[in-house]
C-alpha cells in the first residue's frame, strides 16, 4: 500500500517535494493535502471553463439578437417595397428612410464590434499625445447640446478652471470615452434631470473625470456585469433607445488601453456616477496638442 501511495504522489508531485521517498505518516499527510489541493484547482478550472462557455452562449444569443432586429426591419420594408403595392412617394420615401436606419443600427453594430476586436487584439493603436482635457470636454458639450435640448437635461461642468489641464492619452478615444457615458446619462436621465462632469485631482500625476446624475440609477447586482458586451440593465427599454449596445464595453477597452481605471457607482432613484482615471502631463507645452 505504501508502495502505491508513493508511486502515485511522485507521478503527480514531482515538481513540490525534494523527496520522492514517503516515509512517514507526516508524508501522507502532505499527500493527502496535495491531492485536496489539486483536487480544488481542478475544480475552480472546470467551474471557469463553464462560466466561459455561459459567456460564450450568451454572447451568441445577444449578438444574434440584435442583428436579426435591423435585419428584419430592412427586409421587411424592401420586401414590401419590391412588392409595387406602394406608389405614393411620401410612403416611399418614409419607408427608405427606416430601411436606411436599419442599416445605420447595423453599421454601429459592425464597427463597434470590429474595434472591440482590434483592442482585444492589441491591433487597435493609441494615438498619446498631451492635450487639455478642458476643451475636449467643451467639444462633448457642444456635440450633445441638441440631445440635452431635447432629453431636457442640463449638462454642466461642476467647478470652472482657469487654467487648461493637459493630459497625456489618446484626445479622439477620450473624447469617445466621455461622449458615451454622458450621452448614456442623457438617454436614461430623468425630466429636467442634470449630468455633471468633474474633475478631481487624485494623485501628483493623475485625475479623475466624473460623471455623474440624478437619474434612475442602476441596481447593485447588474453593476460587475455593466461593461460587457451587450448587456443591457433593462433590455426592452434600452433597444428602443438604440445604439449598438457595446458603448460601455467599448469604454472599459479604451481606459484599459490606456493602462487606467474606470469605476462606476449608482443607487436606484438616486443616479449614477462612472469616473476614470487619466496621467497628468507633468512639464507641459504652452501650444495644445
Known sequence: MRNRIRELYNSIFTSTTSTSILKTNQDIDLLMRNLKKLNSDKNLQIEDLKNQENFRKEFIGNIAHELKTPLFTIQGFILTLLDGGVTDQKIIKKYLKKTLNGVDRLTYIVNDLDLITKFESGIA??????????????????MLEVQTDKNNITLTLK????????VLADEERIQQVILNLVMNSIKYGVNRGITEIGIDFIEQNKILIRISDNGKGIDKKHLPRLFERFYRVESARNRKQGGSGLGLSIVKHIIDAHNEKIFVESEPNVGSEFSFSLTLVESPNLVEA
Open 125 to 142: 493603436k493609441l494615438d498619446i499625445r498631451q492635450f487639455n482635457i478642458l476643451s475636449t470636454i467643451n467639444e462633448v458639450f457642444e
Open 159 to 166: 467647478k470652472k478652471f482657469e487654467e487648461p489641464i493637459y
